[in-house]
């Protein structure tokens, strides 16, 4: 069966210190792998997703990157954190291809902090 | 541009009562169209999935949705509310041909004894 690995739980960063999250997937090849940011009030937000290795597509202009290095490992990254970086970050999955009609896969998130 | 909107970011009812949830669509082009539940610090969960096949569609934990493309449409509902129903609750849209699923903004259900 299929997992999702998402990592650390919770996280505390001071302003303008770098950030990295890890995220990767068990059990599938060639996922379709997205982030997005929830932050209070305002729903979900997507952030990058990724079709295939080093394949990346940016939703939002801002603060953040994502690479893809493996099949089945989605990193997002920030050289510089700022305050409005601050959010639940959420790692999903669905099976490759543009069937959008599948369900995502959700990790268990991130809780990010920036003091 | 597609978009999903969410009346009302909070709803209470009383235990045992009728749950209704709104969410209406924007697309141009026939949607696929999703219910997820997220409780505190989890991430989100499928209730149930509308694609195509049925307007009415059951999900799970008694929730039911209806796909109204007339009134770009695709409440949830649930006829007798239960505590454990607590959570927050996103409608989401995605389309043929694309990868993004949008969601809306959220509603989180009160659930009083």
């Known amino acids: 069966s299929q997992t999702i690995h998402q990592w650390p739980a919770t996280l505390v960063q001071p302003v303008g210190s770098p950030l990295s999250l890890e995220c990767t997937v068990e059990g599938t090849s060639n996922p379709n792998l997205y982030w997005y940011r929830q932050a209070a009030g305002r729903g979900l937000q997507l952030l990058f997703y990724?079709?295939?290795?080093?394949?990346i597509s940016s939703e939002v202009p801002q603060n953040l990157s994502a690479s893809r290095p493996q099949d089945r490992q989605f990193i997002l990254s920030s050289k510089k954190l700022l305050l409005s970086d601050s959010g639940f970050y959420l790692c999903?999955?669905?099976?490759?291809?543009?069937?959008?009609?599948?369900?995502?896969?959700f990790g268990s998130g991130t809780q990010l902090s920036v003091l | 541009a597609q978009s999903v909107t969410q009346l009302g970011s909070h709803v209470s009812v009383s235990e045992g009562a009728l749950v209704l949830l709104r969410c209406n669509y924007s697309?141009?082009?026939?949607?696929?169209l999703f219910w997820y539940v997220q409780y505190p610090n989890q991430g989100l969960q499928l209730l149930l999935k509308?694609?195509?096949?049925?307007?009415l569609v059951k999900g799970i934990n008694g929730f039911e949705a209806e796909f109204k493309k007339s009134e770009t449409s695709f409440h949830l509902t649930k006829p007798s509310a239960h505590m454990s129903d607590a959570a927050e609750y996103f409608c989401?849209?995605?389309?043929?041909?694309?990868?993004?699923?949008?969601f809306g903004a959220g509603t989180r259900l009160f659930v009083k004894a």
């Open positions: 990724s079709v295939g290795i080093g394949q």
């Open positions: 697309s141009s082009v026939p949607p696929y």
């Open positions: 509308y694609t195509s096949a049925a307007t």
């Open positions: 989401a849209v995605s389309f043929t041909g694309g990868f993004k699923t949008i």
């Open positions: 999903a999955w669905t099976p490759g291809g543009s069937a959008t009609n599948e369900k995502l896969f």
